[in-house]
């Protein structure tokens, strides 16, 4: 197998389960070669994953982005390793449970909608900040979004909607600020996937297999994305072979997001 990311360096900013988009990214970085250091908000979440982490080489960290000390203590750790990072991937997102059940987004909370963007879009520009002093020549940072966020309307996905389009604008803005310097910065848009966070979303697990089930009639390839091509694209971008690009949304959804008649009840979650 070509390991593309082979000598490089790779910190992932969260994950909650095997689930998690951020797992299966450090998943497919190791067999990619990087040594890849993965975040984690729990000491629960660390009990239950560090034994295999380690089996795959996967060096776990604890952090929260919306914990201005937090954000800190990683950065001290950071800089205590003497670490340098070719590439930096934003997976951190979600709302408080509370805000899904709101009929629209007129009622949801507007605590609870404050958080969702604390902690899906500002947490992107809060990571930047803490890992920039570590970037090395030509790093990429990656964050995940979801086509809900600025293009259509998804009726069930509330409060994630804005917070992903303020993070998509975060993205377009951290390109800008520092493409001058050289780094490259880029959004992933998968479609539907099966993952916890998309499960709170859909109204349970059984709900969110029956919409696995109807969506590959809502794509152009006629089935859905899977989670390794997705981690695929990240690899890709991570190799730094995408340099020439920066600013850009890639959607890995199987060309749902081109569809003139979007499926208005697909969702999807990075977290």
Known sequence: MLQLL???TVLISSFSNDMSAGWHLAHQFRQHGATVLLGHRSTRTKTRMLTR???LGIRLFEVDLAVPGSVI??????DRRGVRLDAVFHT???????????????DVAPEDLVAAMLNSAVSLPVLVKACKPFLLPKATITTITYNAGGRVYVKDYKAMAPAKAALEAC?????????????NVYAISPGPLYTMPAMGVAGGRDQLKELLERNPARTMLGRNATMEEVTKVGVCLASGYFSGVTAQIIYVDAGQHALGAYGMESMSDAG
């Open 6 to 8: 082979a000598g490089k």
């Open 53 to 55: 982490a380690t089996e």
């Open 73 to 78: 203590r990683m950065a001290e750790e950071l």
């Open 92 to 106: 951190a997102a979600g709302a408080p449970k509370e805000s899904f059940a709101a009929k629209g987004l007129a």
């Open 171 to 183: 993205m377009v803005s951290l390109a800008g600020d520092l493409g001058p310097e050289g780094f």
